[in-house]
């Protein structure tokens, strides 16, 4: 093996152009590349790593040893029109985290980075001796203090991991295989004179990566500040100092803290600036935002916080409210709390370090000892939506149980809705006296932004056409944004989500595990995550597609990503689809569920799907693989009724504390199988049914206690053109 490797190395080093005083590098980087290749000594023609991690490595992240690379310069170590990349040899792979090992050309200097643009046929014209002495300068790609590191481990460098997403950003249609982080921190180290430097390398680079990556480290005009620091150095200083000096005197007229000295005993958490920049649904910028939050991730359970749940209100609820806004012509306005966290009061003691840029000169070693919920505490959301819901209660708004941020007022026959989503509020009143009374109160009690009539919530595109009672309900800007962020902006459109005759499985992977390193470079999660968003929100149409590909979405291979991409080619050809709520259609609610019997074909479990319509749109649906293998197609529409059966009782209970429906009304509810009807009504088929689990049997109680009704329905499905 000795032999081995010195062969390896030497000609690594001949072929690079340097000289015999980076033999260390070599031989470790061969070392690393011999423990990822298969050996006659270990049977199955597996390699050291895998036997050992019992994990396939990804070969992806391989680089030719000596070839020149462009490492980025944090931002942190750099002025204003310094260079933002530095020329570097790649030396091989870091030993403790998964970064390469660079050696800047102009210094000698160990750079240990994963930002880096690499050449990989280019070297250095002769040989170059090594220095020794030159110092290690590690570039970190994350904050030390961030509440939670966004990569992997050590052990899992080399792997897929189900319980991590891969972290990728886009800029102009090119993805970027490093963080969406900019570099923050650059540790000097000093250098031992023997080096035995070896690890495993960054999970993937491709060479697609590369034009982003020299885009990124050439233009980085407009990005948003990670640290107060770069703010008050960028171009927009002057901007981003109004918001820092903006959030400081909100903060200082909450009375959110008092300066002290730190207790003997007690430990000081720390906080950080946050910068964004807003915009509106035409993607203008809206304004320059900093919020002071702290860093709750240090916090510890039992000490400086017990119970941490805070409720926010479901999409269902807020299309049920703009159903009712059509139906009844309500007037729809939106309002927004400023420092909301602050208005919480805290139980304990929590001492937080000084923010950076406000520093008391008089008190620089003080602390702040917190009397308010400041952003980043782990109980700050429960404190805030504790202050907001006494004072809704107080103002004579009624919770409802069903969802504890609806609330309702009504006054003789007037009424209005607020619903509250952390601290964005939508307001449904039908009369304007009660709207502005309403507001008026919320104002006097806390710090609020009057944003006028609804038309932007949370990525949702709202129109309010009281005329002719129409809600129409899109997510157009963020369906565009997610094209353009993996490349699709241009894609031949497609008349249906999904193709048909096409049948995805998990097996697909292994006959086409050629493709894996392939696969490493696809961001085939954060796909499945934007396209996952319209489904909840606004696209019902998608909620099949999105329950097909999110079984892949730890091992996908080339033919799931086909799919998803034609996904992304149905959503270029609607853009502008979402959801309509007309006075004139049917308001009363109904449901309509189906099944298929044994749609996968692995497991050959079946598909439960629903959904509910109301005031011509629909407020609530899902597509769910279900539990367990169904005997016959009765079976599996029996416990898709179930399913639906469960939305509809919630439904009903929310309806009728929104006055929409009475205690003795049922809930109409279609279903094509005859079969799964007469078993819902009485225990029929005993002898082929007898083993369903007694869960599913719910609907069939429901039926009896008259709640639902179900009806024979036979579903055509028409795709618009």
């Known amino acids: 093996m000795n032999r081995t490797l010195v062969e390896c190395a030497r ?21 690393f590349l011999r423990n990822r290749c298969p050996t006659r000594a270990i049977h199955q023609d597996k390699s050291p790593y895998q036997v050992w991690t019992m994990k396939k490595p990804i070969l992806a992240n391989l680089k030719v040893f000596g070839c020149h690379a462009y490492v980025q310069v944090p931002q942190d170590k750099r002025a204003k029109f310094d260079s933002k990349s530095s020329l570097c040899r790649f030396l091989g792979y870091a030993e403790h985290q998964k970064s390469y090992r660079f050696e800047e ?14 050449m990989e046929d280019k070297f250095d014209e002769g040989p170059r001796n090594y220095n020794d002495e030159s110092s290690v300068v590690e570039f970190d790609d994350h904050d030390e203090d961030e509440e939670k590191e966004e990569g992997k481990t050590d052990d899992d460098m080399d792997s897929s991991d189900d319980d991590n997403e891969d972290t990728r950003s886009s800029k102009s249609n090119i993805k970027r295989h490093t963080r969406t982080q900019s570099l923050e921190k650059a540790t000097v180290i000093p250098s031992p004179k023997r080096r035995t430097y070896r690890g495993p390398s960054l999970e993937h680079v491709s060479a697609a990566a590369m034009d982003f990556e020299a885009a990124y480290i050439v233009d980085s005009v407009g990005e948003t500040p990670t640290t107060f ?45 946050v910068f964004r920049v807003k915009e509106n649904q035409d993607g203008e910028v809206e304004r320059f935002k900093a919020r002071l939050v702290a860093k709750g991730f240090s916090q510890k359970f039992g000490v400086d916080y017990e119970e941490t749940f805070a409720p926010v209100a479901k999409f269902t609820s807020i299309r049920v409210v703009l159903s009712m806004a ?28 000084q923010p950076d840029g406000y520093l008391d000169a008089t008190q ?38 069903s969802d504890h941020c609806i609330y309702i007022k009504r006054d003789d026959q007037d009424m209005i809705l607020v619903v509250l989503y952390v601290d964005d509020l939508i307001l449904a009143s039908s009369n304007n006296e ?28 709202i129109k309010n056409d009281r005329k002719t009672g129409m809600v129409t309900v899109q997510q157009t800007k963020f369906l565009k944004s997610v094209l353009t962020k993996f490349g699709m902006d241009n894609s031949k459109p497609v008349k249906t989500p999904q193709d048909p005759g096409l049948k995805l499985t998990k097996n697909m992977c292994e006959q086409e595990c050629k493709h894996e390193d392939t696969m490493c470079n696809v961001p085939y999660r954060s796909a499945v995550g934007g396209i996952m968003y319209l489904m909840v929100a606004t696209r019902p149409d998608l909620a099949a597609a999105v329950g097909s590909l999110s079984q892949f979405s730890s091992d996908p291979c080339p033919t799931h990503w086909q799919a998803l991409k034609r996904v992304l080619r149905y959503l270029q050809a609607t853009p502008n689809h979402g959801l309509e709520f007309t006075r004139e259609e049917g308001s009363r609610i109904c449901g309509y569920t189906d099944a298929d019997w044994a749609g996968d074909i692995e497991s050959r479990r079946s ?35 179930s399913e639906a059966t469960k939305e509809a009782v919630w439904l009903k209970v929310l309806l009728g504390e929104l006055g929409e429906m009475t205690s003795d009304e049922a809930i109409k509810m279609y279903e094509d199988n005859q079969g799964s009807i007469a078993l819902a009504k009485n225990p029929e088929f005993h002898k082929r049914t007898k083993h369903i689990d007694i869960r599913y049997h719910f609907v069939r109680e429901k039926v009896e206690s008259g709640e639902v009704v179900w009806s024979i329905a036979r579903l055509k499905i028409c795709w618009q053109t």
């Open 364 to 401: 620089p070693d003080y602390v702040c000892k917190l009397k308010r919920s400041l952003y980043g505490l782990k109980q700050s959301p429960r404190m805030w939506n504790q202050t907001i819901d006494g004072f809704m209660i107080k103002m004579g708004f009624k919770k409802c149980e």
């Open 326 to 353: 059509a139906k009844y012509g309500l007037m729809l306005h939106q309002m927004d709390v400023k420092t909301a966290f602050l208005n919480g009061s805290l139980n304990e003691d929590i001492y937080m370090d």
């Open 11 to 31: 000609c690594m080093m001949e072929h690079a152009g340097l000289g015999k005083s980076y033999w260390g590098e070599a031989v470790m980087t061969a070392m």
């Open 105 to 118: 050309v102009s210094t000698g200097a160990i750079k240990i980075s994963r930002d880096a643009t690499f």
């Open 607 to 641: 598909t439960s799907g629903y959904v509910f319509m109301m005031s011509g749109g629909c407020i609530s649906w899902k597509s769910q693989k279900q539990r367990t293998v169904a005997l016959s197609s009765t079976e599996a529409e029996y416990m898709a009724l």
């Open 434 to 461: 009660l709207l502005k009374s309403t507001k008026m109160a919320l104002s006097k009690r806390f710090e609020m932004t009057d944003l006028g009539e609804l038309d932007y919530f949370l990525g949702m595109e």
């Open 229 to 273: 620091k770069s703010a008050m150095e960028s171009s927009d200083s002057g901007k981003w100092k109004e918001a820092c000096d903006s959030e400081f005197d909100s903060l200082q007229r909450n009375n959110t803290w008092e300066i002290m000295p730190l207790p003997k005993g007690s430990k000081a958490i720390g906080c950080r600036w």
